[in-house]
């Protein structure tokens, strides 16, 4: 039995030794409201993240299928601003608790489902995570073929020694794997340190886009057809389709909508996750898929066809011969947006993943561990498989939205006890303290969280290809809105009948607890990440 204690501890994060098995099971050092020394993220560390998350293969796209829906270039472009612009309040208003209290969305949501309650939700973003990390890995694989293939163009030809049903080959497998061996060392940074790395892409992007789109320019001797191409949609049909786009833009956003608290908490100061957030996001999203569209029309000027995907349109680049300049020229974007979809993976994935598995597993998993465990599930799960039938992987994110948004939809924060916080009581499990509620759970918000679900089901079975009458559509058309909706009012009303401790009439942000985080200095704090237990809690509940 001592030998099997002795490898158990080997496995866990640093710890006080004196914690209880349930202590253990809701707290660790990561888990902790963030410290003043690592709050370090300003208002331009926020406009560069949220540059470098938007400037990746899939918003260069999005507005493809809006364009093939029968939609004009600008009605398109119009439902990106829409979109994203309703997504940025949404994501501030439920970033604001991080900003305010500096602790992490698994944290936040114990306020609204409780001690044990939250771990379900946390479950549910950490599989998210977990997949998108996968398959934007797998894009960012293209991203190698192509680079490689600006270097030495033998590698396109290169032997198959993979079996068919692996589903891919040697050649998209070998450039697959090291993009993600790439990514793995900036997974090792904190993520008040990681901040730097996004600031990279900012300025390397910009860039390589703006050179992209003057080449085929060029190129095409024109801007090309796109742009002078009417919509074949009109009256409602039009707005139908335009509501559809803009709703799918706002599911894209729906997962950093609902962890928004965990780079909130490292804001330096409450203002900093705001204003910058709230611009930046509809600004980027807008800039990044106008360049696509006007890439992508040129496209259609030189080969006859729109090519939207821009690694594509670069391998095309290195078809007949190229010179040594157009190769060096694909090599350069290419490897700009290898760099892009890198850091789209950290920022959006691996972080997030990382401080879920900590609150689900806080005794042996921190949030570097769980951002390893990420990259680990997305090299397992053979994210190729999924991308080879768009349509089915479309259908599971739609339904994932609808989880999401019925999550974030129990607005514990600000219609129940309206900014009032008590942050020792996020790491209590005694009963009577304010996040206890009915051993651990809040049913309440359970409550609410399927109504929201529930209201949008008969639409989802539609988009599975069953026949629903049209009002299910529609309502699984507004998924976000009819499931966030939903599960808020039903929670407000519950609430109403059955009030929770703490709940307030006025709105004020305030901790009435008191707590201040035990002190400890950041040499001391880096020395227990980098050499002892990669950066485990050896703060415990008694101390707190």
């Given at each position: 039995m001592?030998?099997l204690?002795?490898?158990v501890?080997s496995?866990?994060?640093?710890?006080?030794?004196?914690?209880?098995?349930?202590?253990?099971?809701?707290?660790?050092?990561?888990?902790?409201?963030?410290?003043?020394e690592?709050?370090t993220w300003?208002?331009?560390?926020?406009?560069?993240f949220?540059?470098?998350?938007?400037?990746?293969?899939?918003?260069?796209?999005?507005?493809?299928s809006?364009?093939?829906?029968g939609?004009?270039?600008w009605?398109?472009?119009?439902?990106?601003?829409?979109?994203?612009?309703?997504a940025?309040?949404f994501?501030?208003?439920?970033?604001r608790?991080?900003?305010?209290?500096?602790v992490?969305?698994?944290?936040?949501?114990?306020?609204?489902f409780g001690?044990?309650?939250?771990?379900?939700?946390?479950?549910?973003?950490?599989?998210?995570?977990?997949?998108?990390?996968?398959?934007q890995?797998?894009?960012?694989?293209?991203?190698?073929?192509?680079?490689l293939?600006?270097?030495?163009?033998?590698?396109?030809d290169?032997?198959?020694?993979?079996?068919?049903?692996s589903?891919?080959?040697?050649?998209d497998?070998?450039?697959?794997?090291?993009?993600?061996?790439?990514?793995?060392?900036?997974?090792?940074?904190?993520?008040?340190?990681?901040?730097?790395?996004?600031?990279?892409?900012?300025?390397?992007?910009?860039?390589a886009?703006?050179?992209?789109?003057?080449?085929?320019?060029?190129?095409?001797?024109?801007i090309?057809?796109?742009l002078?191409?009417p919509?074949?949609?009109?009256?409602?049909?039009?707005?139908?389709?335009?509501?559809?786009?803009?709703?799918?833009?706002?599911?894209?956003?729906?997962?950093?909508?609902?962890?928004a608290?965990d780079?909130?908490?490292?804001?330096?100061?409450s203002?900093?996750?705001?204003?910058?957030?709230?611009?930046?996001?509809?600004l980027?999203?807008a800039?990044?898929?106008?360049?696509?569209?006007?890439?992508?029309?040129?496209s259609q000027?030189?080969?006859?066809?729109?090519?939207?995907?821009?690694?594509?349109?670069?391998?095309?680049?290195l078809?007949?011969n190229p010179?040594?300049?157009?190769?060096?020229?694909?090599?350069?974007?290419?490897?700009?947006?290898?760099?892009?979809?890198?850091?789209?993976?950290?920022?959006a994935?691996?972080?997030?993943?990382?401080c879920?598995?900590?609150?689900?597993?806080p005794?042996f998993?921190n949030?570097r561990?769980?951002?390893?465990?990420?990259?680990?599930?997305g090299?397992?799960?053979?994210?190729?498989?999924?991308?080879?039938?768009?349509?089915?992987?479309?259908s599971?994110?739609?339904a994932y939205?609808?989880?999401?948004?019925?999550i974030a939809?129990?607005m514990?924060y600000?219609?129940?006890?309206?900014?009032?916080?008590?942050?020792?009581d996020?790491?209590n499990?005694?009963?009577?303290?304010?996040?206890?509620?009915?051993?651990?759970?809040?049913?309440?918000?359970?409550t609410?969280?399927i109504?929201g679900?529930?209201?949008?089901?008969?639409?989802?079975?539609g988009?599975t290809g069953?026949?629903?009458?049209?009002?299910?559509?529609?309502?699984?058309?507004l998924?976000?809105?009819?499931?966030?909706?939903?599960?808020?009012i039903v929670?407000?009303?519950?609430?109403?009948?059955f009030?929770?401790?703490?709940?307030?009439?006025?709105f004020?942000e305030?901790?009435?607890?008191g707590?201040?985080?035990?002190?400890?200095?950041?040499?001391d704090?880096?020395?227990?990440d980098?050499?002892?237990?990669?950066?485990?809690?050896?703060?415990s509940?008694?101390?707190?």
């Amino acid at each position: 039995m001592g030998l099997l204690n002795r490898i158990v501890q080997s496995f866990e994060v640093t710890h006080d030794s004196n914690l209880t098995i349930t202590e253990q099971l809701v707290a660790n050092y990561d888990l902790l409201p963030v410290e003043p020394e690592k709050r370090t993220w300003r208002a331009y560390n926020y406009i560069a993240f949220w540059t470098a998350d938007t400037f990746n293969i899939n918003m260069w796209m999005i507005v493809s299928s809006m364009i093939q829906l029968g939609m004009s270039w600008w009605q398109a472009w119009i439902c990106v601003w829409l979109g994203y612009g309703v997504a940025a309040p949404f994501l501030v208003l439920n970033a604001r608790p991080g900003a305010i209290f500096h602790v992490m969305f698994p944290i936040v949501n114990r306020t609204s489902f409780g001690m044990f309650g939250s771990l379900w939700c946390v479950f549910n973003r950490a599989a998210m995570a977990c997949i998108w990390y996968g398959v934007q890995a797998s894009i960012g694989g293209s991203c190698v073929l192509v680079m490689l293939r600006a270097m030495w163009p033998s590698i396109y030809d290169l032997p198959n020694s993979m079996s068919a049903s692996s589903g891919t080959d040697t050649r998209d497998y070998l450039c697959f794997f090291l993009f993600w061996l790439i990514s793995l060392p900036i997974i090792w940074f904190p993520v008040h340190k990681v901040r730097h790395f996004f600031l990279v892409t900012p300025i390397l992007m910009p860039i390589a886009s703006i050179t992209f789109l003057i080449w085929c320019i060029v190129k095409a001797h024109g801007i090309g057809p796109i742009l002078h191409q009417p919509s074949t949609l009109h009256g409602s049909k039009l707005g139908w389709a335009m509501v559809v786009s803009s709703m799918s833009c706002i599911s894209n956003e729906v997962t950093l909508i609902t962890n928004a608290p965990d780079f909130a908490s490292r804001a330096r100061t409450s203002s900093a996750a705001l204003y910058p957030q709230l611009f930046a996001i509809p600004l980027s999203a807008a800039f990044v898929s106008l360049i696509g569209i006007l890439v992508s029309s040129s496209s259609q000027a030189i080969y006859g066809t729109a090519i939207w995907s821009p690694i594509d349109l670069l391998g095309n680049f290195l078809n007949d011969n190229p010179s040594r300049a157009t190769r060096f020229g694909v090599w350069f974007i290419s490897a700009s947006f290898m760099l892009a979809q890198v850091t789209t993976n950290i920022c959006a994935n691996s972080v997030s993943a990382g401080c879920d598995l900590t609150a689900l597993f806080p005794r042996f998993i921190n949030i570097r561990r769980g951002g390893y465990i990420a990259a680990t599930v997305g090299l397992a799960m053979c994210p190729w498989n999924l991308l080879k039938n768009s349509n089915e992987f479309t259908s599971y994110l739609s339904a994932y939205s609808v989880f999401l948004s019925s999550i974030a939809g129990v607005m514990e924060y600000y219609i129940v006890r309206k900014g009032h916080y008590n942050v020792k009581d996020l790491y209590n499990t005694t009963k009577g303290s304010w996040y206890w509620y009915t051993y651990g759970i809040n049913f309440r918000a359970y409550t609410a969280y399927i109504s929201g679900i529930l209201i949008n089901v008969v639409g989802f079975a539609g988009a599975t290809g069953r026949t629903v009458p049209l009002a299910a559509t529609r309502i699984y058309e507004l998924s976000f809105f009819t499931g966030f909706g939903v599960s808020a009012i039903v929670y407000w009303a519950l609430n109403r009948v059955f009030p929770v401790i703490g709940a307030a009439n006025t709105f004020e942000e305030i901790d009435v607890s008191g707590y201040e985080r035990p002190a400890r200095s950041l040499r001391d704090v880096e020395e227990v990440d980098d050499e002892t237990k990669d950066g485990g809690s050896d703060h415990s509940a008694s101390k707190r």
